[in-house]
């Protein structure tokens, strides 16, 4: 059985840039989180998507935007990039989100620099 | 707003020993406790969770405890192996998220 797949592993980009970011869930997980992890911050939440719809949303400014397509797929957007957006953004999927959920399987994430 | 405090940061025991990482959480709701084990280089991995109707769950070496009532929860790691080196991450589940903690470096010592 596959795994959550992110794309890509590695990214530079230049400050003002815009990036996007793909993630494959395990299929059968219709439910996607985003999550970006630094040194100081830890694991912060970006959104979560179910069935194509964004059910939850982190405190991360309106620059971040993500979105699931009909195959469970998600992408998520970063637009004007700055530096403080250098980070590892990792891709978790679960069966259904809320309550009843099992844990999230997790990608091995986009490590993103900007310079 | 809903937080998830780990301790310690960091945590170096010998090889053999046992390591102990402690949580504690602030929302009431919150029913599911996984605990996940980032290595170098990937994502983080579920390596055992808990329920808030159970206490303590045992998994081979790993362990975790709940007091609801005081709202904490322990991983127990026991005879600990230079694999055991790793980032460890409590999470909290209520209703609607997950709060992570923000981790724990654990070494182990040759």
């Known amino acids: 059985k596959a795994g959550v797949t992110q794309t890509p592993r590695y990214l530079i980009k230049t400050r003002g840039q815009q990036v996007t970011l793909s993630c494959s869930p395990i299929?059968?997980?219709?439910?996607v989180s985003w999550y970006q992890q630094t040194p100081g911050q830890g694991l912060q939440f970006l959104f979560e998507?179910?069935?194509?719809?964004?059910?939850n949303k982190g405190n991360f400014p309106g620059r971040f935007s993500g979105r699931q397509f009909s195959n469970s797929r998600s992408e998520m957007n970063v637009s004007t990039l700055e530096l403080g957006d250098s980070a590892l953004y990792l891709c978790a999927s679960s069966t259904v989100p809320g309550q009843g959920h099992y844990g999230y399987t997790f990608g091995s994430g986009t490590r993103l620099t900007v310079v | 707003g809903e937080n998830v405090e780990q301790h310690p940061s960091t945590l170096s025991v010998q090889e053999g020993d046992s390591a102990v990482i402690k949580c504690t959480y602030s929302?009431?709701?919150?029913?599911?406790f996984p605990w996940y084990k980032q290595e170098l280089g990937k994502g983080p991995q579920l390596i055992i969770d808990?329920?808030?109707?159970?206490g303590e769950k045992k998994d081979q070496r790993i362990a975790v405890t709940l007091n609801k009532t005081a709202k904490h929860f322990s991983l127990h790691i026991t005879e600990t192996q230079p694999e055991d080196s790793a980032v460890y991450f409590c999470?909290?589940?209520?209703?609607?998220?997950?709060?992570f903690g923000k981790g724990t470096r654990l070494h182990i010592l040759p």
């Open positions: 299929s059968g997980h219709r439910s």
């Open positions: 999470a909290a589940r209520g209703d609607d998220k997950i709060i």
């Open positions: 808990i329920r808030s109707n159970v």
């Open positions: 998507y179910f069935s194509e719809t964004q059910r």
């Open positions: 929302d009431s709701a919150s029913n599911y």
